[in-house]
């Protein structure tokens, strides 16, 4: 079946070190996202890609870095810069659905990152 | 700038009853689109129903129906014959225009739903 995967499921970390989330999509979708959720809020978009090669900041991409070498994976890294890392990262994928006129997003399990 | 405004944080639902969950949205831009999502506790989300700000008619998914009141800017998710498997948290979602081109999402702060016997 088609559909994002995310891992670690859990990850814990040390203060002061990187830590790099996976996402890995078969979906075939162009574009790919990072989200944030914190408790009690609404998801913020930290990184977006819309090709290959390509990758844009989104509202909070201060203390993240992404790379897009593939179609099928946009893996996140949290670096040490990233204040407040504990959070519950969601990755996502879309298509242009033309029946509907939505831009679909399709998501991933997430990854529940604690800094200890 | 685009908001989207959920005022329930959360909300209780007898089983088989219908509920309604509110949200509100505020942009300038003249064509935009709106979304449900459900987020249960395994932490996906996962997609409900979509309305586009020119669609004529209200959408529905099976027991999810969108209230759409372009006038008012509000998207109220109605969920008919509530199962207990409803229970999850619900967010609200407007397609809003990315820097680069492309479109993304701006998320309200969701409902939490519980569907009791």
């Known amino acids: 079946d088609g559909g994002i995967t995310q891992s670690p499921k859990y990850l814990f970390r040390k203060e002061g070190q990187n830590v790099t989330l996976s996402c890995e999509q078969n979906l075939n979708h162009d574009a790919m996202y990072w989200y944030r959720q914190d408790p009690g809020q609404g998801l913020r978009l930290i990184y977006y890609s819309q090709i290959v090669n390509d990758f844009q900041k989104g509202d909070i991409a201060e203390g993240y870095s992404v790379s897009r070498e593939k179609k099928e994976s946009f893996p996140l890294t949290v670096t040490s810069a990233q204040k407040n890392p504990t959070a519950f990262y969601l990755c996502?994928?879309?298509?242009?659905?033309?029946?509907?006129?939505?831009?679909?997003?399709?998501f991933g399990a997430g990854s529940r990152l604690t800094v200890l | 700038a685009q908001k989207i405004t959920q005022t329930q944080p959360g909300m209780f639902v007898q089983e088989k009853e219908a509920v309604t969950l509110d949200c509100t949205y505020d942009?300038?831009?003249?064509?935009?689109?709106l979304f449900w999502y459900k987020q249960p506790s395994s932490g996906e989300m996962i997609f409900l129903i979509y309305?586009?700000?020119?669609?004529?008619q209200n959408a529905t998914e099976g027991r999810y129906s969108l209230n759409f009141q372009k006038a008012r800017k509000s998207a109220n998710l109605v969920i008919s014959a509530s199962q207990l498997g409803d229970s999850a948290m619900y967010f609200c979602a407007m397609r809003g225009r990315l820097t680069g081109g492309g479109n993304k999402l701006t998320f309200g702060t969701g409902t939490q739903l519980k569907v009791e016997l």
């Open positions: 942009t300038s831009d003249p064509s935009y689109g």
């Open positions: 996502a994928s879309s298509i242009w659905t033309p029946a509907s006129g939505a831009n679909v997003l399709t």
């Open positions: 309305q586009g700000s020119y669609d004529q």
